[in-house]
C-alpha cells in the first residue's frame, strides 16, 4: 500500500468525525470522575461486609 494514500484517506475519515465541544469534554470527564468515586465506594463497602462476614464464620471477629 502506497503510504502517501495511507495518509490521504487518514486524513478524509478524520475529517468525518464529529469531535466533541469543550463543554461536551468536561461534562464526560466529570461524569467518569462522580462514576468511579461511586463505584470505588460501593467496592469498599462490599469488601468490608465480606470481610466482616469471613471473620465471623471464622471466628476470628470481635
Same mark, same amino acid.
Request: charged share 20%; aromatic share 12%.
Given at each position: 500500500?502506497?503510504? =502517501? &494514500?495511507?495518509? #490521504?484517506? *487518514? #486524513?478524509?475519515?478524520?475529517s468525518? *468525525?464529529?469531535?466533541?465541544? #469543550? &463543554?461536551?469534554? +468536561?461534562?464526560?470527564? +466529570?461524569? *467518569?470522575?462522580?462514576? *468511579?468515586? $461511586? +463505584? =470505588? ?8 461486609? $465480606?470481610?466482616? $462476614?469471613?471473620?465471623? +464464620?471464622?471466628?476470628?471477629? #470481635?
Amino acid at each position: 500500500m502506497n503510504p =502517501a &494514500k495511507f495518509f #490521504r484517506e *487518514v #486524513r478524509q475519515e478524520t475529517s468525518k *468525525v464529529t469531535w466533541p465541544t #469543550r &463543554k461536551e469534554t +468536561i461534562q464526560t470527564t +466529570i461524569m *467518569v470522575f462522580i462514576m *468511579v468515586v $461511586l +463505584i =470505588a465506594v460501593f467496592f469498599m463497602i462490599v469488601d468490608w461486609l $465480606l470481610g466482616s $462476614l469471613v471473620q465471623t +464464620i471464622l471466628g476470628f471477629g #470481635r
